[in-house]
């Protein structure tokens, strides 16, 4: 959790699907408001379909470089965005266990969250909560993150 960072770059090189298989895993195991689970999940791996995701999404050409990208959707329920962010985080913390980069690209709110849902075939009662890049890490950066004494608040604000 803690050296996990967002990766844009990849080599190219293919992730099995039984590494797939377990980061959507625990993607699934995430915590959900009252146990809902209102999620799906495509996993692309296809060029063509990698492509046309990078293309629709404003600030994801590099999808298209990736060994996945897994479209996280959620069924419109009360705590829809919760649930579907939860997952989210737990699939790009799997990624970083099995030693692959990740990086969250904008799904929900974005004008072309409709797009991808037809692109992965995906009925209208499911909203595009996060694309999800994955893949071997061509290089690492650091992100400048608030420190600890700066944002923990012991008792009161
Ligand atoms: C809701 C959400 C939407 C994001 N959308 C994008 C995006 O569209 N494109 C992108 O390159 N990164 C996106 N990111 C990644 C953030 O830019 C990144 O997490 C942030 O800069 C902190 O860096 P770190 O992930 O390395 O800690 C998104 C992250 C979140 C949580």
């Not at 329920?77 to 690209?105: F, M, P």
Request: glycine share 8%; net charge positive; hydrophobic share 45%.
């Amino acid at each position: 959790m803690k050296t996990r960072r967002s990766v844009r770059a990849y080599t190219g090189e293919p992730v099995s699907r039984e590494v797939l298989e377990d980061i959507i895993d625990c993607g699934r195991l995430a915590a959900t408001a009252i146990n809902i689970q209102p999620w799906e999940f495509v996993v692309v791996t296809e060029g063509p379909m990698l492509r046309a995701i990078a293309a629709a999404a404003e600030y994801g050409s590099f999808i298209a470089q990736a060994a996945a990208c897994v479209v996280v959707m959620c069924r419109d329920t009360k705590y829809y965005l919760e649930d579907g962010c939860n997952a989210s985080q737990n699939i790009l913390v799997a990624a970083r266990a099995h030693g692959l980069g990740s990086c969250w690209v904008a799904g929900d709110k974005k004008p072309y969250a409709e797009k991808v849902r037809k692109l992965v075939g995906a009925p209208a009662t499911h909203k595009v909560i996060s694309l999800l890049a994955i893949g071997h890490a061509a290089g690492e950066r650091e992100t400048e993150k608030r420190p600890l004494t700066e944002v923990l608040h012991w008792e009161k604000y």
